[in-house]
């Protein structure tokens, strides 16, 4: 049911965002292409940071149908400005897990913060961690779990958050590239159809996230059992 309930959140978010890109494309166009760049940075970093910090912000969406909507957008300069703020957005689960990792390990959470604690237990590979935090920020894994875990550890946020922006970085380059492969395919068509291919897409990829079980995946990161790496983490580390 809860899978049934996010799809069509999902949905109707979707339908939010297409519904001004359709009826004020222009304006929009005109400022994405024709304004300042320091403005539009500064308006995909704010998109992307909300988008991290909150689930009724779909900025993947947005940018993807802006790109398949708009081919001669630089997506390079929306990924760098949107992973900036996407990256930063993790502080926020950084600092809970910081201040509230025992709370939060009594919680409903607390499933899903035992599966994820299992990355922490590379102790003898440090270097996977910094792998791990990326793999987190580009792939559908849920990174705002990992950095509860990360901060409940004592993990390095500054050593942490320079990881996340940089898959966060090629995550949206990616995202932007596919949408504007939609938008040139569909070029001489109106500009509805590369809007709604994009949403049949992010529609289907949402469908194929509550499907795949990412907690056993992250359990399969780890090179140590679960329970031995929860015990690891109990040790705050000296990093």
């Not at 959140?9 to 339908?15: H, M, P, R």
């Not at 993947?60 to 992973?83: F, K, Q, Y």
């Not at 502080?91 to 910081?98: A, E």
């Not at 705002?144 to 320079?162: D, E, M, Q, V, W």
């Amino acid at each position: 049911m809860r899978n049934v309930e996010k799809l069509i959140a999902t949905i109707v978010a979707l339908i939010v965002v297409s519904i001004p890109i359709y009826l004020y494309y222009d304006q929009i166009e005109y400022f994405l292409l024709k304004t300042n760049p320091y403005y539009i940075g500064l308006t995909m970093l704010i998109l992307c940071l909300l988008g991290s910090i909150t689930p009724f912000v779909p900025y993947t969406a947005v940018i993807l149908s802006l790109a398949a909507a708009m081919p001669r957008l630089n997506i390079l300069e929306v990924a760098v400005w949107g992973g900036v703020g996407s990256g930063l957005g993790e502080t926020i689960g950084w600092l809970i897990g910081h201040y509230l990792g025992e709370a939060l390990r009594d919680s409903r959470y607390g499933g899903k913060m035992e599966a994820f604690s299992a990355i922490m237990g590379m102790r003898r590979y440090r270097w996977l961690i910094s792998i791990a935090i990326f793999l987190f920020a580009y792939t559908p894994l849920p990174d705002k779990f990992l950095f509860l875990i990360l901060g409940a550890a004592r993990y390095s946020l500054i050593k942490a958050i320079p990881f996340s922006i940089a898959g966060k970085i090629s995550m949206l380059y990616t995202i932007g590239l596919f949408g504007r492969f939609l938008g040139t395919v569909t070029s001489e068509l109106p500009v509805w159809v590369p809007l709604s291919l994009a949403i049949a897409l992010i529609i289907g990829f949402t469908i194929l996230i509550g499907i795949i079980d990412w907690e056993e995946i992250a359990r399969k990161l780890s090179v140590y059992p679960s329970d031995e790496a929860d015990k690891d983490l109990s040790r705050p580390t000296k990093e």
